[in-house]
């Protein structure tokens, strides 16, 4: 919908006012007799409701342009007046009178049925649209040329049920006229329904801008259920006169509970006052800026996250980490300060259709919603490292029990049955040749040697005595030589570092290294180290199968272990792609 | 008759020099075996009398293999052996199905048939 321009809006205006006036003159002038006593309340009345539609139409057309409704409740108020052609006494004016007479009932379908975007959005609401202005000018044009009714010329009052009085005339409805009033009470009544329905559905939010236009078209349709109703039961039209005077009261008092349903949000906004001083009244807690948020934007189910732009994520109040994405029935509103985002709001998607609402309460709760970020923000680092140090805890435990495994499968295992060998070769000393115990005693060195090859290579993993004594270039040279998949070191920088840093680069290098072979089975790694602004990078990667898992327990203790000195551990693995495994680590 | 002696272990060099050195002891070894699966296929092939069995196995570890093994008709005699000591291992050793327990270092036919004979530990009913 676009905006209404001053000028479009002052000329419709005027037009309004002169077709009323129009029909008012048609009335008086027209030709027809209007019994005296009517013609003050029909006049009264008609120009009310025709007059109300038009004025508060513009007025919901200004405030709400995003809305079709304003648009709809103008179009209703000229073809209420369009009825008042009938009541020129003349053949032109008869045949025009009858086509729109009804038209304004197939606005008002199209009105309630879409109420409050004016948008028909889903089939239930076309068809009902559709039938509702089927049964207007098209089936009206059917009475005329097809069964083609006729004028009563000059006598009595305006044909077409124009004034509201008892007809003057046997009352005998035909066939015809029943079904299709059969079908007017169909449609009005599965009208009152979806009206329902969609109240029942709505969030809190959606209910308070659609109660008052709900609660008016019950009214009305009721009131035009009964009366057509009563038609339809063939009881005396004399009682749908009452009812018919009601109906058209109702009507110039609806348009302003439409009005109101479209601008609760404006109404609603002189909320935010109390809450600014809600928010400024004590501490924050988790909970309580959340609930601030939805009491005053009518929403029990809002959201809340913030954004931690150190961790790209969004957590929750409590810091816990929580997935923000489109969902059905939801929506969001970022909340950004500077031009950056500081949370995100989920909540009812009717709240999008009053951005200046949401921005107005996002407004006043800004520096409390900033301030909880912050404490959002702690909560979730202090989530981090209780996490981080239990997996470090778990992580030595592991390590000191992989030793132990090593040691007693590896070096006790060969120790034992270098014991066994020489106690054999004692038992054996009177009985066997000399080439026989010279055999055995060699079987007794070779398992020695390999026990001690296992000790040494159990000592360096536990801790590479090469780092301590000839820093980071020559542990990983040696680390590479032992590596079974060639690994190319390139030129490491001749310089040492501090011991911690030194220690989690090469740890990180022989982690990588062994992944490599272990499960990427890849057929060579290069490595790299390089001195960035304010730290060093090492880099590994590998040509293998790629598809590591960033959170296994390896790469998880060695993303810990960087993290410990303010670094960062990323890896990029992607299925047969190789594995990248990149650390910075600060360092002065 | 010389006892009959399946060795069960997963390292290839002891069961090499187990079985020299009980054979030097007195026993008579028939057959050897890598892991609890094969364990009880050849004492199911074999019947020997005796089997030596290592506690650290890839798969079921030697005490659930000894309580396999105890549910056999004609249940070898079980010794587990380790490269630990049966301190490590608490009272496991004790509630096992099996006879006795040899350190790795300590194996010999006199240590064994000692552990054989032993003090008489009563072998649970099998049933």
Redesign the interface.
Known sequence: MQRLRPRTRAALAAAGAAAGVAAAAALVWGGYQVPADLLAPTLVLDLAVGWSFIGVGLVAWRRRPDSRTGLLMVVLGFAWFARFAVAVDSRAGFVVGVLVGSVYLSVLVHLLATFPGGRVQDRTQRVLVTVGYLLSAPLDAVFLFVFGAQRQLGEGPPPNGLVIAPSNGEFDPSGVDLAVQAVVVVLFGSLLATVFTRWRAAGPAQRRSLTPGAVGAALIVGTILVERTAVLLLIPPAVGVALAWSAAVVLVVWPLALLLGLLRSQLDRSAVGPLIVELGAGLPVPERLRSALAATLHDPSLELAYWLPERRAFVDPAGAPVTVAPARGRAMTYLERDGAPIAVLVHDPVLAAEPELVAAVAAGAGLAVENDRLHAEVRSQLREVQASRARIVEAADGARRRVERDL??GA??????V???L??AH??LGTATSAELAALLD?AGA?LAGALAELRELARGIYPVLLTDAGLGPALDSLAERCPVPAVVAAVPARRWAEAVEQTCYFVVSEALANAVKHARASQVAVEVRETGGGLRVEVADDGAGGADAGGSGLRGLADRVATLGGELTVRSPRGGGTRVVGTVPCA | MTPRVVIVDD?A??RS??R??LG??GFSVVGEAADGAGALAVVRDLTPDVVLLDV?LPGPDGFAVAEVLAREPDAPVVVLVS??ALLDYGSRVAASTARGFIA??D??GETLQDVIRGPGRPVPCSG
């Open positions: 007693h499968d006790q295992q060969r120790l034992v049955t014991a066994l060998a106690r054999l038992t054996q079987e398992e | 390292h060099p002891f020099l187990a020299r050195l030097a002891g650290q490269s630990r790795k270092a194996l010999s």
